[in-house]
């Protein structure tokens, strides 16, 4: 099958390009920088590109995770070709009380969120598309940026972290996992139409994640009890003290996926390229 890929060279893209390949399959990376070109004599089209980083205005989120988004599946319907979009989770919120499912209503609590559920929106009113949608949580693994490459360096330095208390859920997914889950959307007769949400299995709180992190880099995490309550004062401080926990039965009940790593060989993988890098 010939596969586009859109954000190829990117942290999720770059992993999912050597899984697509060994699967054997043609990908083809796009370039967008001059605009969506037409994907002729493609079968299917991956759309990674796009801005999730916190200090980018509404308008060019918009610009690029939801107008771009529409012109690249108008063009993969016209070339027939399946679309595979890579949406997320935080379309339904940046909290969960309970695990978000693909029933949760749409409730996004930021402008990247809200420019990714416009996208969807906006995709699925497009004439003729054969349209699957991911919702990933945070993504982890080599070449991770932002809060997570934070986390690492922090339990590496043995920084003393105020988390001992901390009582929540946070769902993650390993590159590796979520590119096979991608590969398995853009395969799958079943995935027609449909959206999933996408994580490694069972939520750790955060300070489970941050005693895992010190295990896969040889580290102890230097952890010490503060009330949650004050330590939100901090700004950003509830995304690690607030839960937001998916529930991702209906991708291994409809395509029978089951994510091929583990946590711990995820975060393996992900501290042997911080030592290297």
Known sequence: MRILVTGASGFIGSTLCERLRGAGHDVRPV?????????????????????????????????????????????????????????????????SAAPFDERSPFAPGDAYGESKARAEETLRAVDGLDLVVLR???????????????????????VPLPLAGIENRRSL???????????????????????????????????????????ALGRPAR???????LLELAPGARRLTRSLEVDDR?????????PPFTPEAGLAATARWYRGS
């Open 173 to 215: 997914v390993y590159v590796g996992n979520l590119a096979d889950a991608i590969l398995r959307c853009a395969e799958s007769p079943q995935a027609r139409g449909r959206s999933f949400i996408v994580a490694d299995g069972a939520a750790p709180s955060t300070p489970e994640l941050c005693r895992a992190i010190g295990r």
């Open 31 to 95: 370039s967008l920088r001059a605009g969506v070109p037409e994907f002729t004599n493609a079968q299917a089209v991956v759309h990674l590109a796009g801005i999730a980083h916190r200090d980018a205005d509404a308008g060019e989120l918009r610009r690029v995770n939801t107008e771009l988004a529409a012109e690249a599946g108008r063009r993969a319907a016209v070339a027939g070709a399946r679309f595979v979009f890579l949406s997320s989770v935080k379309v339904h919120g940046d909290e």
């Open 223 to 229: 952890l010490f009890p503060v009330p949650r309550g």
């Open 136 to 158: 990933p949580p945070l993504v982890y693994g080599p070449r991770v940026k932002a809060n997570f490459l934070r986390l690492l360096r922090a339990v590496d330095r043995g």
């Open 250 to 258: 209906v991708l291994r009940e409809a395509l029978g996926w089951r």
